[in-house]
């Protein structure tokens, strides 16, 4: 049995596939010659993570598939119900890049706040002759604690960035059609352990009351927040996306940073991505990364050994 891994896999999870008998493939495979690779090679398991597509066409073409992995939460570059409908298991791993994508959110939280994204361009160029200058520039940061942090989706990620912001001693509500209520555990080092319960929120009270915005939603078809949205926001709010590329108005965001509606914004994700626009990208009060969410070593860790464990599952 073959496994390939055309967008990688951690080491520790060639391992355990490894150890129960089962040869792991990491070449990188161009997505027009996926098919005769997988044919040539008699491929049972195809993992991806967001590069590779695994479309109707790709499995209608390819018998030997047994499975298809993605590395991660969001499966849109799959066909799963086709596949499913197809006899073939759809695995994920949802659970394993939580915190990470969490942290990266607080990372351009604070960044945001005290205009790290902006002065990290310009020390090096101005700081030698303008640092005064600079100083007085950036010298009207805020405090995270005691702001109230909204959180548009409630699933383990929008959990795991609750956790955080109560840690910051930050208030926290949030909204989702899909979750009515929630309990958020906050563990700390030595075993102790609180309990926090939630109620969802309207949209439109969350915006009126968040200081701050993180969204942690799937793709959509339209915009979550766009120029009606942002209307409703605070003064001054700030707005972080590490969700997926769609899901806010560029071109509406955009307008509320010029006018000062918004104070600042962090994108992890684009509507144009892999190629941002460039107003984007330029833009002083935006603080960016390119989608690296679940990027971190622990995280791709936890996904490979999920990935190797629910394999070894089903061909068991």
């Known amino acids: 049995m073959k496994v390939l891994a055309n967008d990688g896999i951690s080491q520790s ?8 008998g089962i040869e792991v493939v990491t070449t990188k495979v161009a997505q027009e010659q996926l098919i005769n690779y997988i044919n040539e090679n008699d491929i049972s398991v195809l993992l991806v993570r967001s590069a590779t597509q695994a479309r109707r066409e790709l499995i209608d073409a390819c018998p030997s598939l047994k499975i298809i992995g993605r590395g991660g939460v969001g499966m849109d570059n799959i066909d799963v119900a086709y596949a499913r409908e197809k006899g073939l298991k759809v695995i994920n791993t949802p659970a394993a890049s939580s915190a990470s994508v969490a942290e990266l959110v607080f990372a351009h939280l604070f960044g945001g706040v005290r205009f790290l994204y902006h002065s990290n361009r310009n020390m090096p160029l101005d700081g030698d002759t303008q640092f005064g200058a600079l100083k007085k520039s950036y010298a009207k940061g805020r405090e995270l604690r005691g ?5 548009i989706g409630f699933g383990r990620i929008g959990r795991e960035v609750a956790k955080i912001g109560l840690g910051c001693g930050m208030k926290v509500i949030y ?4 979750v009515e209520t929630a309990k ?5 080092y030595d075993g102790q352990q609180l309990s926090f319960s939630f109620e969802s929120q309207s949209m439109e009270s969350l915006l009126k009351q968040s200081d701050f915005i993180s969204l942690h939603v799937p793709a959509q078809k339209g915009y979550i927040i766009g120029a009606d949205e942002i209307a409703m926001m605070k003064n001054g ?11 806010i108005d560029e071109v509406a965001l955009l307008e509320a940073l010029e006018n000062g509606k918004l104070s600042f914004a962090a994108l992890d994700v684009f509507e144009n991505e892999p190629t941002p ?3 984007v990208l330029m833009h002083e009060k935006i603080s960016l990364s390119p989608h690296i969410g679940a990027a971190t070593d622990e995280a ?11 394999i070894i599952e089903i061909m068991g």
């Open 237 to 247: 709010a700030g707005i972080v996306n590490a969700a997926r590329g769609g899901v």
């Open 300 to 310: 791709q860790d936890r996904i490979g050994t999920e990935l190797a464990a629910q």
């Open 175 to 178: 909204s989702d059609s899909y």
């Open 13 to 20: 999870g060639i391992k355990a596939l490894e150890a129960a």
């Open 184 to 188: 958020v555990d906050l563990e700390f």
């Open 277 to 279: 626009a460039i107003k």
């Open 147 to 151: 702001k109230t942090l909204g959180i």
